[in-house]
């Protein structure tokens, strides 16, 4: 079954805004993973990782999820199909593990937060998480490049290109 295209229209721009929003998002997070791990101020180094707890629930998760279930909804109910191109499934299999890697890290991003509620500094003993949060975030960056990588090579779109080219050269040939 085929969307109508006004509800297509929808969907799209709402995966889009989501996808976006989440790259957006996790490039503010990991602004905020690298001021915590190296900045010397201790109400800086408290403030981010008091304010990565909220983004991450509050921003990021929702994003991802919307951004998941709009691109699943997109590729089922339109010409594109779930499995019928490879950068369809690409981008799937990498947004599912970004967002089951994403759940994963909520637990040492509640640590830091709950540490640095409770402290004026976080403690030593919490670089691991620290690192682990500079990495994820730099990892989920990289997942939004990935995506936009592989949306390039849409062959739908090359062969609509391609169809354009096709008929601007057949017009002038016959003017």
Do not use: N
């Not at 779930?82 to 967002?99: C, S």
């Not at 937060?113 to 004026?120: G, I, L």
């Amino acid at each position: 079954m085929i969307m109508p295209p006004g509800l297509r229209k929808v969907t799209l721009t709402t995966h889009i805004t989501s996808s976006i929003g989440w790259f957006g998002a996790t490039a503010c997070f990991l602004a905020l993973a690298l001021a915590g791990m190296t900045s010397p101020d201790r109400e800086l180094v408290r403030a981010a990782y008091l304010v990565m707890s909220v983004t991450t629930w509050f921003v990021i998760i929702p994003l991802a999820l919307v951004g998941l279930l709009t691109g699943v909804v997109s590729s089922l109910f339109t010409r594109w199909g779930l499995f019928r191109y490879y950068w369809v499934l690409l981008k799937l299999v990498i947004t599912v593990l970004a967002t089951l890697i994403l759940l994963v890290h909520t637990r040492p991003i509640d640590l830091l937060a709950t540490a640095s509620a409770k402290t004026a500094v976080v403690g030593a003993g919490l670089h691991g998480a620290q690192l682990e949060m500079v990495i994820a975030s730099g990892a989920a960056c990289a997942h939004g490049a990935v995506g936009v990588q592989a949306t390039r090579h849409d062959p739908l779109r090359a062969a609509q290109a391609g169809r354009a080219a096709s008929r601007c050269r057949i017009r002038r040939c016959s003017e």
